[in-house]
């Protein structure tokens, strides 16, 4: 005879992530043993703890599965194209720039599509909060490869194994000029919480990588179990080790993931920079951008 | 609402098309551009770069037009009105955006200063071969409105009533200028600032609790609100409901975007703007836009002196197109004469409007130049010499 | 006495085991009920074992768990 369901169950309202939810959209659509769902909690951990001003924020997606993160929580939020969450976000955080801005992505739609983005925003660095949720391919449109997917798996568009090499996102993004870098896995919990609390207290381009299962496409044609699996591996194959070189942070199908805060550096964020610029070269006659309302 | 001071440049001017469309920017309220070099388009924004430091705002050059055509309308729904300007290769590429900014219903600006194409064609020469693709150019149904200056003059007055029309319908407009009209100069005179009628942002005063983005009442245009407000909205390129939620259900599909759609077309009349001289009695009438109707009078001024009875239709809206005007007149003269710097695209909606009640000639031009005025005074007489359809 | 208290909401499990796994005590099974979708949402079978970490309720990726603590018994000021 089945189990009965008398256990607690408490008003939802108990949850203290549940006011950062849109809850009249639950349950949302990822899938069982997805780690989206669980760097979402820490995010909205990561606001509790770092006591921000809700009102503050905007969160930008792009387009796949993270890209849906943008629907679910109770910000003001935008699902934009597919690549473009950075450019998108650029503009509101120049327009208004009391913002704080969050970019929520996933790999492919950061630096596939919208790699060119990514570098250029940390070139420049605008202060966004980057979240890259990498669960090593193109899971929405049914399990392509991604530049992130690791050699030998087993894709819809490699169907004979991957033998491109794949980025390493934190090298890529250090190396465009961003100041925060970390890499934590959905495994991760309470780092993560902790290193975008970190990143709220940045001023820059802050890049926060998570490892994340994908059970239905990745894990499934890889035969490496479901997202609980994926969960046990990263628990037994991480090394935290902050301040590892990100060029040696490469990840493989199966092997070492290292992850910690790789960079944490200071330097003028574009908005600093353009203002001293204008002040410099226009004296009295630069006028600050003034607080844009309309109407 | 009367312009800001502080953009508006008031005096008399002897500036190009580029310049002035740059100036009118201002002198609507926009203090926010994003853009990308493209011949023949670049001035306006290297203007505004130079201008928006000294007036309070934001110039930034993307690293692509993918960018530029999203980034202004993060702006947008940052409080800023903006805008970004471009030619064929690059208005091309924010064609996504530009669905985007109709499915959103972000106000907002795209400059498109034509060239010859197709690809990179003639980047320093005219053309006006992006009429379709102004109005189809994205993917799926979704309505726009154009508009075609044909001076320096109207670069700026009209890119004033480009930004209000954009507030108004909370649409993107697309603003035609071609490669002469960007660099021809002239005199331009810009008014003082409390002679510039401005149309405010169409912000939301309900309260967060009451507020959905995209509920309507009659006139289908939602109200807006910006992020950091406290309204928590979502905003999705996905087909959404009142709540701005996805909803992919062919029911709300339908009804979304036929709103879009009519919110545009229900109001064409208000839209259409053009400019007509001796339409009355006319035999011909010729059909023109941007810098070709300067040519065309040139030819039209000819055909009068020869007898003809000649009227002329300046189209300044050509999006949506005044099918109601060119139906009217269709039953009353022989023929229309389009003529366009293009292999014939407007002429196609002349034709459809006209449902053969009058013949429709076009005098193509592939671009790279503009027309002789000989050239289309044959096709006029030609046209008088029809028989009545 | 437990020291914390487990609530579910079971509409939203997709049993994916991530609280089970991840409880330090174990105080967590899936169930052999369903909900509505067809998933076993977990079940407290060692309720004295809680201590209301809310490890369950960060690892959840479905927003379905979580955990309080529970005021000691004999309630009382601090």
Redesign the interface.
């Known amino acids: 005879m089945p189990d009965s369901l008398n256990t607690d169950i408490l008003d939802p309202v108990v949850n203290p992530v549940e006011p950062f939810l849109r809850s009249d959209r639950m349950p949302h659509i990822w899938c069982p043993g997805c780690g989206i769902g669980t760097t979402v909690n820490s995010f909205a951990r990561a606001l509790i703890e770092s006591k921000i001003d809700l009102q503050s924020l905007a969160l930008v997606s792009g387009i796949g599965c993270t890209g849906r993160v943008a629907g679910y929580v109770k910000l003001d939020s935008f699902h934009t194209t597919h690549g473009r969450a950075i450019p998108f976000a650029t503009g509101l955080k120049l327009a208004n720039p009391k913002l704080n801005v969050i970019v929520y992505s996933g790999d492919g739609d950061l630096s596939a599509i919208g790699g060119n983005h990514l570098i250029h925003a940390a070139r420049r660095n605008i202060d966004l909060k980057v979240i890259c949720v990498n669960n090593l391919i193109y899971a929405m449109t049914g399990g392509q490869t991604a530049p992130t997917t690791p050699d030998h798996s087993t894709t819809s568009t490699n169907p004979y194994g991957v033998f491109e090499p794949s980025f390493n996102l934190p090298h890529l993004v250090e190396a465009a000029g961003a100041v925060y870098v970390a890499r934590w896995t959905t495994f991760h919990v309470r780092q993560l919480t902790r290193s975008i609390a970190e990143a709220f207290q940045k001023k820059g381009f802050s890049f926060i990588e998570v490892i994340s299962p994908c059970p239905t496409l990745y894990q499934r044609r890889n035969k490496l179990g479901d997202g609980l699996d994926a969960m046990k591996y990263y628990k037994e194959k991480s090394k935290i080790r902050h301040g590892t070189p990100t060029s040696e942070a490469g990840l493989t199908m199966t092997g070492e993931i290292i992850v910690g805060k790789f960079v944490d550096r200071d330097r003028p964020d574009y908005q600093t920079m353009m203002r001293t610029q204008y002040a410099e070269s226009l004296g009295e006659r630069f006028v600050e951008q003034p607080e844009m309302v309309c109407s | 609402m009367k312009a800001d001071p502080?953009g508006v440049l008031t005096g008399v001017h002897f500036m190009d098309g580029d310049h002035a469309c740059c100036e009118g920017a201002l002198a609507a309220?926009s203090?926010?551009a994003?853009g990308y070099p493209i011949t023949p388009s670049t001035e306006v924004v290297e203007r505004f770069a130079s201008r928006v430091?000294?007036?309070?705002?934001?110039f930034?050059q993307?690293?692509?037009e993918?960018?530029?055509s999203?980034?202004?309308?993060?702006?947008?729904?940052?409080?800023?009105?903006?805008f970004t300007v471009t030619s064929g290769p690059g208005f091309s590429l924010m064609m996504?955006?530009i669905g985007?900014a109709a499915m959103t219903e972000t106000p907002c600006v795209f400059v498109d200063v034509q060239r010859g194409g197709p690809s990179t064609g003639l980047p320093t020469l005219p053309a006006q071969a992006d009429m379709m693709q102004a109005r189809w150019g994205s993917h799926g149904d979704y309505e726009i409105i154009a508009l075609c200056p044909n001076s320096p003059q109207e670069c700026f007055d009209l890119t004033v009533k480009a930004f209000n029309l954009a507030e108004e319908f909370r649409v993107p407009v697309m603003f035609m200028m071609d490669e002469v009209v960007g660099h021809m100069t002239e005199k331009v005179v810009i008014p003082p600032a409390d002679q510039i009628e401005v149309v405010?942002?169409r912000?939301t005063r309900k309260p967060v609790a009451d507020y959905l983005p995209y509920e309507t009442n009659g006139d289908m245009v939602p109200e807006i609100a910006?992020?950091?407000?406290?309204?928590?909205?979502?905003?999705?390129?996905?087909t959404h409901d009142e709540r701005g939620?996805?909803n992919m259900t062919p029911q709300i599909q339908d009804k979304l975007v036929r709103r879009l759609q009519n919110k545009i077309l229900q109001a064409a009349d208000r839209i259409a703007m053009f400019e007509e001289e001796q339409l009355e009695g006319a035999d011909v009438v010729v059909v023109s836009y941007g810098i070709t109707s300067r040519v065309a009078q040139r030819a039209i001024e000819a055909a009068r002196k020869q007898g003809l009875r000649v009227g002329k239709l300046r189209l300044i809206t050509a999006w949506p197109f005044p099918d109601k005007k060119i139906r009217e007149l269709a039953a009353n003269v022989k023929a229309f004469v389009v003529p366009e710097l293009n292999l014939g695209q407007m002429v196609r909606e002349v034709e459809r409007s006209a449902a053969g009640q009058a013949k429709t000639f076009a005098v193509s031009h592939a671009g790279g130049g503009v027309h002789n005025p000989e050239d289309i005074l044959k096709v006029i007489v030609e046209a008088s010499r029809c028989r009545t359809a | 006495m437990a020291k914390g208290r487990v609530s579910i909401v079971v509409e939203r499990c997709k049993a994916c085991g991530f609280c089970v796994e991840f409880c330090p005590t174990h105080v967590l099974a899936l169930s052999s009920a369903f909900n509505s979708k067809g998933y076993h949402p977990p079940h407290v079978v060692h309720p004295e074992k809680c201590s209301g970490c809310d490890l369950c309720g960060m690892y959840c990726p479905d927003f379905a768990i979580c955990a309080t603590k529970v005021a000691p018994a004999g309630g009382g000021d601090k």
């Open positions: 502080r309220g203090r926010f994003s430091p000294t007036v309070g705002g934001t930034i993307m690293e692509d993918l960018a530029a999203i980034t202004l309308q993060g702006a947008v729904w940052g409080g800023a009105k903006a996504e955006h985007y405010p942002r912000h910006h992020a950091g407000e406290g309204y928590k909205f979502h905003i999705t390129g996905l939620y996805p």
